[in-house]
C-alpha cells in the first residue's frame, strides 16, 4: 500500500473512529494552525539548529473535556487529544491521538502544555533523500509542548512544538519536530 494511501486510510479510520471513541467525551476544543514543516532537527528544541524556511503545514486538533474517572485525575486530568498536521508541499503528514496536559501560570490567562502518544506518518520508512525523513516505522510516539493564552473565555491561542519519532525502535529514526501557532476555540 502506498504511503499517501496510507495515511489516507488512517484518516478515515480515525474520523470513523472518533465518534466511538468519543462516545461519553465532551468536545472542549478545537484547534487550528499554521506549522513550519521540520522545523528542529532534534529532539528537544535545545539549539541553534532551527530551520524556519518551510511554512508549509496546517494542524488542527480537537481536545476533549477530561474524562471524570479516577485514573485521568490520578495523572492530573489530561484532556484527550486528536489531530493531524498536513503538510501542502508534499511532504511528510501526521495524524496522531494523545493527552494534553495544560498547566495554569499562576493567576494569568497563560498557560503551559505537555502531550504524550502516538502518531501514524505517510512518510518514507527507509531510502528517503533529504529533504525528506526516514521514520523507519510508519507508528510513532507523538509528544508536544507548549505556550498559550487565554485571549477570551473561548479563544486560545497557543505556540506549538510537536516532535514524532520511533525512539530508535526501528531504524532509521529521523524523527520530524514541527513548530507553528494555533488558534483554538473553545465549547
Not at 478515515?12 to 528542529?40: C, I, K, M, N, Q
Not at 489530561?78 to 501542502?88: K, Q, S, V
Not at 505517510?122 to 505556550?147: E, K, M, Q, V, W
Amino acid at each position: 500500500m502506498g504511503q499517501g494511501l496510507a495515511l489516507k486510510s488512517a484518516i478515515a479510520v480515525l474520523a470513523l473512529a472518533a465518534p466511538a471513541a468519543a462516545e461519553g467525551l465532551t468536545l472542549d476544543e478545537f484547534r487550528a494552525g499554521v506549522f513550519y514543516h521540520s522545523a528542529y532537527g532534534g529532539f528537544l528544541p535545545t539549539g541553534p539548529h532551527w530551520d524556519l524556511s518551510r511554512l508549509e503545514s496546517v494542524k488542527f486538533s480537537a481536545l476533549f473535556a477530561s474524562p471524570e474517572i479516577d485514573a485521568f485525575r490520578w495523572i492530573g486530568s489530561p484532556r484527550p487529544e486528536i489531530g493531524a498536521t498536513f503538510n501542502l508541499a508534499g511532504r511528510e503528514n501526521i495524524v496522531h491521538a494523545n493527552l494534553n496536559w495544560q498547566i495554569p501560570v499562576f493567576d494569568t490567562p497563560l498557560y503551559l502544555e505537555l502531550g504524550f502518544g502516538a502518531a501514524l506518518t505517510d512518510g518514507a520508512l527507509t531510502g528517503a533523500t533529504a529533504p525528506a525523513r526516514n521514520f523507519g516505522c510508519a507508528l510513532n510516539f507523538y509528544d508536544a509542548a507548549g505556550i498559550g493564552a487565554h485571549l477570551s473565555d473561548s479563544v486560545t491561542l497557543t505556540l506549538r512544538y510537536e516532535h514524532v519519532s520511533n525512539l530508535d525502535l526501528c531504524l532509521p529514526n529521523e524523527g520530524l519536530s514541527n513548530l507553528g501557532l494555533m488558534l483554538g476555540v473553545k465549547f
